[in-house]
Structures are given as structure tokens and as C-alpha cells.
């Protein structure tokens, strides 16, 4: 079955282009136009990824964005910024909300349709790992349910944020350094910055709560998932 991909434009033109070369890829396209009709379509079709401008009418992408993000439904579909917004905070805050990937305009077509595929093959698979159930202090994370929780609380997770806590949790006590995260998370995509791996951690640690403590930041390196008998030390 191909997959579906909702892709939200104010512009036309723009709407047309991205939506033509992704179906010459094989995949569902669907449009909107502004983010009320953006949610509304993610909720009724539920896509398997989001293409979305930040510019639009009414609600911007930012808050499409937060509100896929806090819906249940919606909280795991893989989300792609395309926006002629160059500036380094307008991407940290889209990172920051949960976006996958950013991508600015002007744009190639063939690279957009690589970011989406490696998007997508991040939500089929996280990563190799042989099937079981792996613990750390409170987080438990089931590897053939793709699921998450801290303290028997399912944690909901994007494709990135599973993807790089089972990196950690495959390797405990182990730094991983933001450049060995970005080759396996983000398949080294040239135009992702170490920053995005810094505002992921961030993320992923607020939906841990409790347990955020067990991402250990290693000051000039990268992260690691600590040994939870070490305490809460930073």
C-alpha cells in the first residue's frame, strides 16, 4: 500500500509542484491549504507525513504543528517544514515543536522527495535491533510495539525521538557523539546541523520527565543514556 503524505501550502503553485513529484513517487498525495484545513485532513486521512509551509493563513505551521504533535491520533506522524523562513531560531523552534526534518525554500523537488522517503523509512525502522524489551530505571521501551514508558506511563514518541532513544538505550554508559547521532537517526543528511540533535534531546527529555536524567549531556561530545545507579547528578 503506498503511503499517504498531506502536503499544506498557501501557494498554488508551490502546493501543485511538491504534490506532482511526489505521486510520480508512488505515493497518496492530499492538500490543504491552511491550517485549519491542514488538521482537519490529518484527523480525517491520517497520513503517514506532513509537508508543511509555516507561512499560512490563520493558525501558522507552528501551531499545526503543536497541535499534531499533542494529538493522540496525530502525535506520531512524520512532519517536514518547508518554508522560505531561513532564520536559524524559526528552525529551532520548528525542531524544538517536533519537526522531522526543514527544508527551505527555494527547493529542490528531487532532494524534498529524499528527505520524505528518509523520513518515512525512519518510522518503518527505527533500527536493526534484535526483538525484546530493553529497561533503564524507569523508561521501558518494547522494540516489536515500537512503544515507550516511564513508569508503566506510555510516553508517545515520533519516528526521531524513538529512533534516537533506542540508539541511547542500545548502548548504555556509551557517549554517542552528535555526529555518530546524525549518521544513524538522520542518515547524515548534509544540510541537518549538530543543533538538531541538541533540540531533540531536549524534547525527548520532557516527554521522559521523571527519567530525563538518564540523558546525560557530555559537555563538547554528545550524549549518553547513564547508568540509573549514578543517581540524578547532571
Known amino acids: 500500500m503506498s503511503r499517504r503524505v498531506l502536503v499544506v501550502d498557501d501557494e498554488p503553485d508551490i502546493t501543485a509542484l511538491v504534490a506532482y513529484h511526489l505521486a510520480k513517487e508512488?505515493?497518496?498525495?492530499?492538500?490543504?491549504?491552511?491550517?485549519?484545513?491542514?488538521?482537519?485532513a490529518a484527523k480525517r486521512e491520517r497520513p503517514d507525513l506532513v509537508v508543511l509551509d509555516l507561512m499560512l493563513p490563520g493558525a501558522s505551521?507552528?501551531?499545526?504543528?503543536?497541535?499534531l504533535r499533542a494529538g493522540r491520533e496525530t502525535a506520531q506522524v512524520g512532519v517536514i517544514l518547508l518554508t522560505a523562513r531561513r532564520e536559524e531560531?524559526?528552525?529551532?523552534?520548528?525542531?524544538?515543536?517536533?519537526?522531522?526534518?526543514?527544508?527551505?525554500?527555494?527547493?529542490?523537488?528531487?532532494?524534498?522527495?529524499?528527505?520524505?522517503?528518509?523520513?518515512?523509512?525512519?518510522?518503518?525502522?527505527?533500527?536493526?535491533?534484535?526483538?525484546?524489551t530493553l529497561t533503564a530505571g524507569s523508561i521501558t521501551l518494547d522494540q516489536v510495539?515500537?512503544?515507550?514508558?516511564?513508569?508503566d506511563e506510555e510516553v508517545i514518541l515520533t519516528a526521531t525521538e524513538y529512533r534516537l532513544l533506542l540508539i541511547l538505550m542500545e548502548r548504555p554508559g556509551r557517549v554517542q557523539t552528535r555526529g555518530h547521532l546524525l549518521e544513524v537517526v538522520w542518515d547524515a543528511n548534509p544540510e541537518i546541523q549538530t543543533?538538531?540533535?541538541?533540540?531533540?534531546?531536549?524534547?525527548?527529555?520532557?516527554?521522559?520527565?521523571?527519567?530525563?536524567?538518564?540523558?546525560?549531556?557530555?559537555?563538547?561530545?554528545?550524549?549518553?543514556?547513564r547508568d540509573p545507579a549514578e543517581g540524578a547528578r547532571r
Open 89 to 132: 531560531e524559526d528552525r529551532i523552534r520548528g525542531l524544538s515543536l517536533g519537526a522531522d526534518d526543514y527544508l527551505t525554500k527555494p527547493f529542490s523537488p528531487k532532494e524534498l522527495t529524499l528527505r520524505v522517503q528518509a523520513v518515512l523509512r525512519r518510522m518503518d525502522s527505527p533500527s536493526q535491533p534484535t526483538p525484546g
Open 61 to 67: 505551521g507552528y501551531d499545526v504543528l503543536a497541535d
Open 26 to 40: 508512488g505515493y497518496q498525495v492530499s492538500t490543504a491549504s491552511n491550517g485549519v484545513e491542514a488538521l482537519a
Open 145 to 151: 510495539a515500537h512503544r515507550v514508558a516511564v513508569e
Open 195 to 225: 543543533r538538531t540533535v541538541d533540540m531533540h534531546v531536549q524534547r525527548l527529555r520532557q516527554k521522559l520527565g521523571g527519567a530525563a536524567h538518564l540523558i546525560e549531556t557530555v559537555r563538547g561530545f554528545g550524549y549518553r543514556l
